[in-house]
């Protein structure tokens, strides 16, 4: 048995068979439209599109994460935000992200390379799309081996490791 989805004020969620009923198309068809991954007649894009307004559907960025699908996240990792440095480059980074429609995660590691190396495992475990280290390197070997299997994990996963005011990493990543 499926599990209903509740919004917030106890009202049933639709879902991607609703949209597909209320269009007269297939679940194929509304996910092909939502992924924009296979071409779809611009008629059938436009039902699928006005059925999902009428009904009020919201992708769900959960599901589309178990089912591989990047979730449209880009993970920012700083030492601080409230250093300018680190500020100036969350924004740029956010800035792009947003015109890419996609949404930043900014995580503080207050200097913590642990912290840092786990963030970048929360970020991978959620599918971003990208993540930022910027600035704060550490000089010890122990630790770039370690932040280089991360970044060869996340290209093998589809996303991307970005060191930002730091050295690369070498041939190993």
Known sequence: MRRQSTAADGQRRA???DVARRAGVSTATVSRVLNRNYPVAEATRERVETAMRELGYVVNAHARALAGVSNRTVGIIVNEVIDPFY???ARGVEREAALGGRLCLVCCTQGDPQ???AFIDLMHERRADAVVVVGG???DRGYTTELARRAR???????K?????????GEQA
């Open 153 to 159: 994990e996340l290209d093998a996963g589809g996303s």
């Open 115 to 117: 912290r840092e190396l």
């Open 15 to 17: 879902t991607v068979t």
């Open 87 to 89: 500020a100036y480059i």
């Open 137 to 139: 390197s550490l000089a």
């Open 161 to 169: 490791l970005v060191l930002c005011g730091r050295p690369p990493l």
